[in-house]
Nanobody, 124 residues
Framework: QVHLTESGGGLVQVGGSLTLTCEAT????????MAWFRRAPGKDHEFLAA????????FYEDAAKGRFTISRDNTKNTVSLQMNSLKPEDTAVYYC?????????????????WGQGTQVIVSS
């Protein structure tokens, strides 16, 4: 079972940037499709982006296209989310998640492993 730990959240001003990182304990890290979700207060989980095990394929939700970039470093068992031009509506708890099905899809139930989340607050 893979254990995921996110870091990099914090308080940032509108228009600023943050990079979130998720570290996985699983040595067979390339077997996992990794994804980033977020959850704003009172809302459901929102899919942002996913990346294949090799890192060669990515998939983005419309809200993340152009501002967010997902990447992974399989030598370090990490996946990152670079976020630029942040807006107040990006305020949420951000989660990384993993699936072993091998598909880059936004459906929450496909992801069996989740981190504890990291808070991002974008202040105006």
């Amino acid at each position: 079972q893979v254990h995921l730990t996110e870091s990099g959240g914090g308080l940032v001003q509108v228009g600023g940037s943050l990079t979130l990182t998720c570290e996985a304990t699983e040595p067979a890290f390339t077997n996992y499709v990794m994804a980033w979700f977020r959850r704003a207060p009172g809302k459901d989980h929102e899919f942002l982006a996913a990346i294949s095990g090799s890192g060669g394929s990515t998939f983005y939700e419309d809200a993340a296209k152009g501002r967010f970039t997902i990447s992974r470093d399989n030598t370090k068992n990490t996946v990152s989310l670079q976020m630029n031009s942040l807006k107040p509506e990006d305020t949420a708890v951000y989660y990384c998640a993993a699936n072993t099905i091998g598909v880059l899809l936004p459906n929450v139930p496909l992801y069996h492993y989740w981190g504890q989340g990291t808070q991002v607050i974008v202040s105006s």
